[in-house]
């Protein structure tokens, strides 16, 4: 018998897959109400202004002031570069330290993998209200374990309060930041390092590439697509970071403002602290800034970097 019977008639109409729809029904209605929904109220009310008990159109009033007001535009732009150099500590700490981990957790004769995979990836189950509580108990000079841990190895005159200071704070913030997130990136270094084909690394020996030579001629040039996911993912993370410096230097991202970011600067704004009243519209303004930026950059890695990243497929 002929299989041509068994083919769909030339022309005939395909069944609709409403299955599809329902399965996605609730996953969009959920995404929908507590992501977009919100969103878009927030980008609303960045173009309007209270008077008087009265909500008025102000158009980019609020974008005039963010940016022509010189009291609004020096914090708007110390968050902007606080929140660069809290992303550019992690870019420089974070992705190499993690690709080294997933090297070390890859070695054939590597002996306990699975308890320091789990050891390390253990810090990221952790709220940042606690590890930013339990990391401000450890560097206090008062009542913290590190002028005597420091004291006991000689270094004393290393210590000092790196929260207090200006100068130390935020950076003190993003390697503790670190320490807390290095464990995600590490996983996802070393389940790309683990589908690497073993034929490919077989080939690499019989060439002679080993060791060292190896690692950076075969497996890293092979991890740039996971070390840009990973890139990406650290920005919008950052960007949106929020809890560990308010729960470390409170709402005022004290000293003197040297670790306030974004997200701080939004909070204070829109629901006002100590002497500061609110304004929501202001901080509405804040945050469509945020959104813009993020999604800028989103679309500048997606469509000038991702797009030129090599893959191969085994």
Not at 81 to 108: C, E, Y
Not at 114 to 141: D, E
Not at 199 to 204: F, R, Y
Request: hydrophobic content about 55%; some cysteine.
């Amino acid at each position: 018998m002929s299989n041509t019977a068994a083919l769909p008639a030339r022309g005939a109409v395909r069944p609709v897959r409403w299955h599809i729809a329902v399965f996605l029904a609730p996953a969009i209605l959920v995404y929908t109400a507590i992501m977009v929904l919100p969103l878009a109220a927030t980008l609303r009310l960045a173009f309007y202004r209270s008077v008087a008990q009265d909500t008025t159109f102000a158009g980019l009033a609020n974008f005039r002031t963010l940016f022509g007001d010189a009291r609004w535009s020096h914090h708007f732009w110390n968050a902007l570069g606080n929140n660069a150099w809290f992303f550019s500590i992690h870019m420089a700490l974070m992705v190499p330290l993690a690709i080294l981990l997933a090297a070390l957790l890859s070695l054939p004769n590597m002996r306990g993998v699975a308890w320091y995979r789990t050891a390390i990836f253990m810090p990221t189950m952790l709220s940042f209200v606690i590890v930013a509580f339990v990391w401000r108990l450890i560097l206090s000079p008062i009542w913290g374990i590190t002028p005597d841990l420091l004291a006991a190895l000689g270094w004393k005159s290393l210590f000092a309060p790196w929260l207090g200071k200006e100068g130390s704070a935020l950076t003190t913030l993003g390697l503790i930041s670190v320490w807390k997130e290095v464990g995600v990136p590490m996983i996802l270094m070393y389940s790309a390092m683990l589908s690497i084909p073993s034929e490919v690394i077989e080939a690499a020996e019989v060439d002679g590439i080993v060791g060292i030579r190896q690692f950076f001629q075969i497996r890293l040039p092979l991890l740039w697509p996971t070390v840009g996911v990973v890139a990406i993912l650290t920005f919008v993370s950052n960007f949106n970071s929020f809890d560990l410096i308010y729960t470390a230097q409170g709402v005022s991202a004290g000293p003197n403002y040297s670790t306030d970011i974004l997200g701080t600067l939004l909070y204070r704004t829109f629901f006002g602290a100590q002497f500061q009243s609110g304004d929501p519209h202001m901080g509405s303004a804040i945050a469509t800034m945020m959104f813009l930026i993020i999604l800028a950059v989103v679309c500048v890695y997606l469509y000038s970097v991702q797009r030129r990243l090599v893959r191969y497929q085994f």
